[in-house]
T-cell receptor, first 109, second 116 residues
């Protein structure tokens, strides 16, 4: 079957670093996506990994290990505006996104 | 604003009524997706179009749901004989097959449906 697992909720402190993990199992694999979603709003694209390794984009980085079916999103220098849900999604062999339930990130001052 | 737009943003309807939602994708995007999202869950795929052709429809989608994209531009999603379980956020997304990142989907603001 197809499955995406990520923690339900995480809490971190403003200015700190947080890592959100995601494990996936899909029929075929065409890349791993991370989206950010603020409450009541639509998801917005953060990153896309299809090869193993780390992709860095400003304060956000995303890592992929295809052999382990594992990815993480790393957020540095946390700001209050980073409080949101972070959705992990794997693209399967039909180029459809299989979504996790999201990790709600709470930033405390 | 040239992003994805959806109309209406909110819809309250009584059980048994029909509702129709509209999505206008980014103008040059040829792929259009419909998702449903409930609180605390990720988006659930409903269907997708490439130009005017509906290429895939989720097995989870009952016959009460139908979608069209008649001219390969805007799309409509209709739900007939609504049930309380249909209450959710309905998201539309679009992407451009020929772009450098063809699978990056841009989402609209969503239509929140409440069935009473």
């Amino acid at each position: 079957g197809q499955n995406i697992d990520q923690p339900t909720e995480m809490t971190a402190t403003e200015g700190a670093i947080v890592q959100i993990n995601c494990t996936y199992q899909t029929s075929g694999f065409n890349g791993l996506f991370w989206y950010q979603q603020h409450a009541g709003e639509a998801p917005t694209f953060l990153s896309y990994n299809v090869l193993d390794g780390l992709e860095e984009k400003g304060r956000f980085s995303s890592f992929l290990s295809r052999s382990k079916g594992y990815s993480y999103l790393l957020l540095k220098e946390l700001q209050m505006k980073d409080s949101a849900s972070y959705l992990c999604a794997s693209m399967d062999s039909n180029y459809q996104l299989i979504w996790g339930a999201g990790t709600k990130l709470i930033i405390k001052p | 604003d040239t992003g994805v737009s959806q109309d209406p943003r909110h819809k309250i309807t009584k059980r048994g009524q029909n509702v129709t939602f509209r999505c206008d994708p980014i103008s040059e995007h040829n792929r259009l997706y419909w998702y449903r999202q409930t609180l605390g869950q990720g988006p659930e795929f409903l269907t997708y179009f490439q130009n005017e052709a509906q290429l895939e429809k989720s097995r989870l989608l009952s016959d009460r749901f139908s979608a069209e994209r008649p001219k390969g531009s805007f799309s409509t999603l209709e739900i007939q004989r609504t049930e309380q379980g249909d209450s959710a956020m309905y998201l539309c997304a679009s992407s451009l097959e020929a772009s450098q990142r063809p699978y990056e989907q841009y989402f609209g603001p969503g239509t929140r449906l409440t069935v009473t």
